[in-house]
């Protein structure tokens, strides 16, 4: 697919799906006096921004003024938008006045049927954390650090919710972790507000979490809302994990259930290894199964570069999948990482947040950007897709680049004034006129510009002033190939701009330029001057004095 074709299917995609998102639904935290702008306008652009990788509230305001008249009639911007009115925006709103925005386009894609899953039976969710560092802190979105050289840094942490059983790996929801608690605290209300909007859809039935929210009741939590949970096991649960190994360790490489073969960087096997685990095991009432995945790396000389196991624990039994599949439900789970990775590299979120002054905007900015991700995700954006279609997982990221560079329009030449701002295209820009001079005077030529090469070639032995060239200056090198060399050139003269200066002698068959034309008709009769008879002034009276 060519780059222009990507590009008019991604911008027809925003256009569409921003209209399904409802924007304009978004309580507005402004003032109703002074509104210059609707609500979805303003939003609308900060997520077109957004998908382009503009990388502050300038380069969007950039982007509105540098779009093409056919983007910015699509998108509804009549003008710029000034980074000022987003940075106050995005200010006021709050995360839960935004997030809802989210749920609008992940139910519009499951009626598109567009988040079926592709190779597991049911729908799996993943859930993860992710941070980011601000120069700012508060009591509640910002949880307070030191540096080593003694400034305060705030860190933002988010839970957001993955949905790794499709090939799009749209975000579900988002909740910010408060500074008083961490992921083994919020993973309860992360998970009943995930419910609470998907739980009629039935978009999953499996949980994927790492070890940092392995615990008994986050277990017990999910079990009681029907859903079956994946948790990553650690040295947070001891002796739990000391049963995984003894159940599973001791098995070679001739024992695993199933695996499986890549070549990424060198030969990257992955062996699966089961074992069901009585109920009740250490106060675990739901638990049902462990797997430990053994992965081995190989340089291209074969040689063992990197040897990691790992353990998880779950309430699913093991006759709901087979060997291989649940070797790709734990490959699925490291989904939410490929995403994660991709708002770090192609929306520059670690390093380019926008808002780093209010951790509350800060976050406001995020939930954005994991809805700009969902709109450009391949089946999330164009549909469902037919069977054995190729995806491209990396295509928001080869999206954001590619509408960086090609949703502007060519480099206009811009006319700064005090009261307003014009825009002129390569095909309407103009070049100066020449200073209108007094009677007499010979006016000079102009300075070719370097563009004006091939212009002045094409315009004839024509110069206007005097009829005689004397010698072709160097500054007039261009016009020197339409004269000719090393003589005397007689030329028209340009006509004059008054008749008093025109001369009297005719050309061939034409007339002088001042010779009064007389109409046809009768010669006009003059008579002589009649006296008109008036009566006499009045007598001149003084005020105030009668006769």
Excluded at 38 to 47: D, I, K, S, Y
Aim: charged share 25%; net charge positive; aromatic share 6%.
């Amino acid at each position: 697919m060519t780059d222009t074709r990507m590009t008019r299917r991604i911008v027809g995609v925003l256009d569409k799906r921003l209209r399904e998102a409802g924007l304009d639904e978004v309580e507005d935290p402004r003032d109703r006096r002074g509104r210059r702008w609707q609500l979805g306008t303003l939003l609308g652009a900060a997520v077109l921004g957004l998908v382009a990788g503009c990388k502050s509230l300038l380069e969007v305001e950039a982007l509105t003024e540098d779009l093409s008249p056919a983007m910015r009639h699509r998108f509804g911007l009549k003008r710029r938008v000034p980074d000022t009115t987003l940075h106050n925006l995005l200010w006021k709103l709050q995360p839960q006045q935004i997030v809802p925005v989210l749920h609008r386009v992940v139910r519009a894609a499951h009626r598109r049927h567009a988040l079926d899953p592709d190779e597991l039976p049911f729908g799996v969710v993943s859930l993860d954390g992710k941070n980011t560092a601000v120069p700012a802190c508060e009591d509640y979105y910002a949880q307070r650090q030191t540096r080593e050289e003694g400034h305060c840094l705030g860190m933002v942490r988010t839970i957001s919710a993955v949905l790794v059983s499709c090939p799009a790996r749209p975000y579900l929801h988002v909740t910010p972790v408060p500074a008083s608690t961490n992921e083994m605290g919020i993973f309860p209300r992360a998970f009943d507000e995930l419910m609470s909007i998907y739980s009629r859809a039935d978009l999953f039935r499996v949980v994927v979490y790492d070890a940092g929210a392995c615990s008994k009741d986050n277990a017990s939590h999910v079990r009681d809302h029907g859903v079956h949970y994946v948790f990553g096991l650690k040295g947070t649960q001891p002796t739990l994990l000391d049963e995984a190994k003894r159940l599973l360790a001791e098995r070679t490489a001739e024992q695993c259930d199933a695996g499986s073969e890549d070549l990424d960087h060198g030969t990257v096997t992955r062996r699966v290894y089961l074992s069901e685990i009585g109920s009740g095991y250490d106060g675990w009432e739901t638990l049902r199964s462990v797997v430990r995945v053994h992965t081995e790396t190989r340089n291209a000389a074969g040689q063992v570069t990197k040897c990691e196991d790992r353990y998880f624990v779950s309430s699913l039994p093991l006759r709901r999948l087979s060997a291989n599949q649940w070797l790709l439900l734990i490959r699925r789970h490291w989904r939410v990482e490929t995403a994660h990775q991709i708002l770090d590299t192609a929306f520059d979120e670690d390093a380019h947040p926008w808002i780093v002054a209010c951790p509350r905007a800060t976050v406001v900015v995020a939930i954005l950007r994991r809805i700009a991700y969902t709109l450009v995700s391949r089946r999330v954006a164009p549909g469902r897709c037919r069977p054995g279609a190729p995806t491209d997982p990396y295509l928001p990221n080869s999206g954001i680049r590619l509408l960086r560079s090609r949703l502007r329009c060519a480099p206009v030449h811009r006319v700064d004034d005090s009261r307003s701002r014009e825009r002129k295209h390569f095909q309407d820009r103009g070049h100066p006129h020449p200073v209108q001079t007094a009677i007499g005077a010979a006016p000079q030529p102009l300075v070719p510009n370097v563009s004006d090469q091939f212009v002045q070639l094409r315009q004839g032995p024509v110069v206007a002033g005097h009829s005689i060239v004397g010698v072709v200056p160097s500054q007039l090198s261009t016009q020197h190939p339409g004269l000719l060399p090393h003589r005397q050139v007689s030329v028209l003269p340009a006509p004059h701009r008054d008749g008093a200066q025109g001369t009297a002698k005719a050309g061939f068959h034409r007339l002088p330029l001042h010779y009064p034309l007389a109409l046809p008709g009768p010669t006009p009769v003059v008579r002589e001057a009649q006296q008109i008879e008036t009566p006499p002034p009045l007598p001149f009276a003084p005020f105030g004095i009668s006769g």
